[in-house]
């Protein structure tokens, strides 16, 4: 199915221009009036500041605005260019800019207006709306769609364990835009926007330099995660071959979960990133820092895999280590146990009422019978010593 970006109309324009910019409004916050955490136009990796996202997306498509944000010359001639050329690869040198908008969990009403703006494919918007995706690459006509999931390493109680949780961010590249949709509380973008903007050389570089940028953020945060669970791991293992006795199956059952937790987030994406060093759309500069981007997915997914290599042998350490003790445990019961049958085997031979049993008249046959259990315990007591039973 064909697709073209539908310029924005009268009605279009009604329903951004009630949106005014939500720096006001917090990202996390619960009663939000927009999804919209921030947009901007960017030309020649310079932002263009805008009231409203209609007027950014004017201001790239249809050359109304230049830089100063008024009608000109310049911008007439920037727009009838741009229109000319939008068909033509994402990076291109002689590109005239995009526009950047970035949604945090938006609604469908939300998304389906942005998706008229820039002509999303109904698809991939409806991925976006439901999320819970793995990730992945796709391409809609001159539209990359690609989907990257989120991790962070948080405490859900103030005195419980810290666990894996994911989030996703969805990336829309155009030729002329970037639509990110973040679902989840980590990764946020902010940052991304403003390290970006510090760098209006590589922010010229067109809409695959956004997309470089939050793959990039989104593999730090893997690598972040990474190692909190390599220190929790290490933790574990000092606990199980500690001389104390504790109980770590529960903890180290845990942490298995978490890195599969993680393996399911770090594994999947290597294949969309190969993707996207050999796409025609990238330029060769955003591909070096692609391949950058790969190589720490690499030595994450590769250091996320061995620690199942790790968890596994510390798991059976455990295990053994119960065994062992349980088997001394044992071993101690079974050791008093025999040295306490002595005393009871003579006190209940001489508790049978018999009249004739030998010692029973006796005048020292008491002290005898003491004496005699008193020896033997002894002895038994000092050979379960000498063989470690005790």
């Known amino acids: 199915m064909a697709m073209t970006r539908v310029r924005p109309g009268r009605a279009t324009m009604?329903?951004?221009?009630?949106?005014?910019?939500?720096?006001?409004?917090?990202?996390?916050?619960a009663h939000r009036d927009s999804a919209v955490i921030d947009w901007a136009a960017y030309i020649d990796g310079n932002r263009i500041s805008t009231d409203t996202i209609d007027d950014a997306v004017r201001m790239i498509r249809d050359g109304r605005l230049d830089k100063a944000g008024d009608r000109g010359p310049r911008g007439e001639a920037m727009g009838a260019e741009h229109r000319g050329r939008r068909g033509e690869a994402m990076g291109a040198e002689e590109s005239?800019?995009?526009?950047?908008?970035?949604?945090?969990?938006p609604s469908a009403e939300e998304l389906t207006e942005l998706a008229e703006v820039f002509g999303l494919h109904p698809l991939a918007v409806e991925d976006a709306i439901n999320a819970h995706q793995r990730p992945k690459l796709e391409r809609y006509d001159d539209v990359q769609f690609l989907v990257m999931k989120t991790v962070?390493?948080?405490?859900?109680?103030?005195?419980?364990?810290?666990?894996?949780e994911t989030g996703e961010v969805m990336i829309f590249c155009g030729p002329d835009f970037v639509v990110t949709v973040r679902h989840g509380t980590h990764c946020e973008l902010g940052c991304v926007r403003n390290e970006l903007e510090k760098d209006p050389e590589r922010l010229s570089l067109g809409p695959s330099a956004v997309l470089h940028a939050v793959a990039d953020r989104v593999v730090d945060g893997y690598v972040n995660v990474a190692d909190a669970v390599m220190e929790d791991i290490d933790e574990v293992e000092e606990a199980v071959f500690s001389p104390e006795r504790t109980d770590e199956s529960r903890r180290i059952y845990r942490l298995k979960r978490e890195v599969i937790q993680l393996k399911r987030a770090v594994g999947p994406l290597a294949g969309p990133l190969r993707n996207l060093t050999n796409r025609r759309f990238v330029p060769s500069e955003i591909k070096e820092y692609l391949r950058d981007v790969e190589d720490h997915l690499t030595r994450v997914r590769e250091q996320v895999e061995s620690y199942d290599e790790l968890l596994n042998p510390i798991l059976q350490a455990h295990m053994t280590q119960v065994t062992v003790a349980d088997n001394q445990d044992m071993r101690k019961i079974s050791a008093w146990g025999a040295i306490a049958m002595v005393p009871t085997a003579i006190a209940g031979v001489y508790g049978m009422n018999f009249d004739y049993m030998p010692e029973l008249k006796w005048k020292y046959g008491y002290a005898l019978i003491i004496g005699v259990i008193a020896t033997i315990c002894m002895s038994l007591y000092r050979g379960f010593r000498r063989n470690g039973w005790l």
Do not use: C
């Open 96 to 105: 005239a800019g995009f526009v950047w908008v970035g949604l945090h969990e």
């Open 14 to 29: 009604s329903i951004f221009k009630t949106r005014g910019r939500p720096h006001a409004v917090p990202a996390q916050s």
């Open 152 to 164: 962070g390493y948080v405490s859900r109680d103030p005195a419980g364990p810290e666990v894996v």
